[in-house]
């Protein structure tokens, strides 16, 4: 280096650029790959067969492609017809009775106090009773001529009825038993929702002079419309999928009367050992569940959803 000439600053140390712009991707995926496996393996994986079931048929030889035959098969049987009527009432039956109910209880309930809590705690007892034996203890209700309900007509000098063995009346008796199970377990998410209504709204409506009915329907009815669109999605939910009691107390019967989706998915395939056809009526169920909770969650947003 000549003399006099000074030597260039030494630059600041640079790290080096990386090459591999997934490598701090690798990490990120060890840690969820429990997850994805259980996923694939549990979710996943069970949808594409479905889906495979659904538009194939089994021969001899393995199985064949059929398309959409299976799903015409399954729309032309009367007792696929049945159960899809059955699980409509049954969903009307025991949702809007439960969401009243709930919202009835959880009004009277809201507040402080040991009476309260202790009225909270009675009725979500029948929420910690397991389905099977809920339907034990209602059978025991149902019998006709010895069971309870009957015996108690008797005293009055009315007449009972087979509750179970009369098809006009079988899936009202299993409609009842869901709404007592199902009540007490949404009350709890309504009354979280009374509790977070601000109480500067309540106040401003007794200063305007709101007796106590328009305090419920212009303040309290509107600030619940959210938790209503939880709670009613997850009362849909339960109306497909709690089929628990019909194996108890009727397995779908008189005459096809308590037949609800599920039940006939698994009487297709267990039963009958047709999976082609339960699987289209998975499908089917699902994608009818999928359109009811889609359109319960746009309703619930009001006319901010249109926005």
Same mark, same amino acid.
């Given at each position: 280096?000549?003399?006099?000439?000074?030597?260039?600053?030494?630059?600041?140390?640079?790290?080096?650029?990386?090459?591999?712009?997934?490598?701090?991707?690798?990490?990120?995926?060890?840690?969820?790959?429990?997850?994805?496996?259980?996923?694939?393996?549990?979710?996943?994986?069970?949808?594409?067969?479905?889906?495979?079931?659904?538009?194939?048929?089994?021969?001899?030889?393995?199985?064949?492609?059929?398309?959409?035959?299976?799903?015409?098969?399954?729309?032309?049987?009367?007792?696929?017809?049945?159960?899809? #009527?059955?699980? !409509?009432?049954?969903? &009307?039956? *025991? $949702?809007?009775?439960?969401?009243?109910?709930?919202?009835? +209880?959880? @009004? =009277?309930?809201?507040?402080?106090?040991?009476?309260?809590?202790?009225?909270?705690?009675?009725?979500?007892?029948?929420?910690?009773?397991?389905?099977?034996?809920?339907?034990?203890?209602?059978?025991?209700?149902?019998?006709?001529?010895?069971?309870?309900?009957?015996?108690?007509?008797?005293?009055?000098?009315?007449?009972?009825?087979?509750?179970?063995?009369?098809?006009? #009346?079988?899936? !009202?008796?299993?409609? &009842?038993? *869901? $709404?007592?199970?199902?009540?007490?377990?949404?009350?709890? +998410?309504? @009354? =979280?929702?009374?509790?977070?209504?601000?109480?500067?709204?309540?106040?401003?409506?007794?200063?305007?002079?709101?007796?106590?009915?328009?305090?419920?329907?212009?303040?309290?009815?509107?600030?619940?419309?959210?938790?209503?669109?939880?709670?009613?999605?997850?009362?849909?939910?339960?109306?497909?999928?709690?089929?628990?009691?019909?194996?108890?107390?009727?397995?779908?019967?008189?005459?096809?009367?308590?037949?609800?989706?599920?039940?006939?998915?698994?009487?297709?395939?267990?039963?009958?050992?047709?999976?082609?056809?339960?699987?289209?009526?998975?499908?089917?169920?699902?994608?009818?569940?999928?359109?009811?909770?889609?359109?319960?969650?746009?309703?619930?947003?009001?006319?901010?959803?249109?926005?």
């Amino acid at each position: 280096m000549p003399a006099g000439h000074k030597a260039p600053a030494a630059r600041a140390a640079e790290p080096p650029a990386d090459r591999r712009p997934w490598a701090g991707l690798l990490l990120p995926l060890a840690l969820l790959s429990p997850s994805l496996v259980f996923l694939a393996l549990f979710t996943y994986w069970p949808v594409v067969e479905v889906l495979w079931d659904a538009t194939h048929a089994a021969t001899r030889r393995g199985t064949r492609f059929v398309g959409f035959a299976n799903f015409a098969a399954l729309f032309a049987d009367p007792s696929f017809q049945r159960a899809l #009527l059955n699980n !409509a009432l049954y969903a &009307v039956g *025991t $949702v809007v009775p439960s969401l009243v109910l709930a919202l009835a +209880f959880a @009004l =009277a309930l809201n507040g402080a106090g040991r009476v309260r809590a202790l009225m909270r705690a009675v009725f979500f007892l029948p929420v910690m009773i397991p389905l099977v034996a809920a339907a034990a203890l209602f059978l025991f209700l149902f019998l006709p001529g010895i069971g309870l309900i009957d015996h108690h007509l008797a005293r009055l000098g009315l007449n009972g009825a087979n509750w179970l063995g009369d098809p006009d #009346l079988a899936l !009202a008796a299993i409609t &009842v038993l *869901t $709404v007592w199970k199902n009540a007490g377990y949404y009350m709890l +998410f309504v @009354l =979280a929702g009374l509790q977070a209504i601000p109480d500067e709204a309540r106040e401003a409506a007794l200063l305007d002079g709101a007796g106590p009915w328009q305090r419920l329907l212009y303040v309290t009815l509107p600030a619940l419309r959210p938790t209503f669109a939880f709670v009613g999605v997850i009362a849909l939910l339960n109306a497909v999928t709690q089929v628990d009691h019909v194996f108890v107390l009727t397995k779908g019967g008189p005459s096809d009367a308590t037949k609800l989706l599920l039940f006939y998915i698994y009487e297709q395939a267990a039963e009958r050992y047709d999976a082609g056809r339960a699987a289209a009526a998975t499908v089917v169920t699902l994608s009818l569940l999928a359109a009811l909770t889609a359109l319960s969650l746009s309703r619930s947003q009001g006319p901010e959803a249109a926005r």
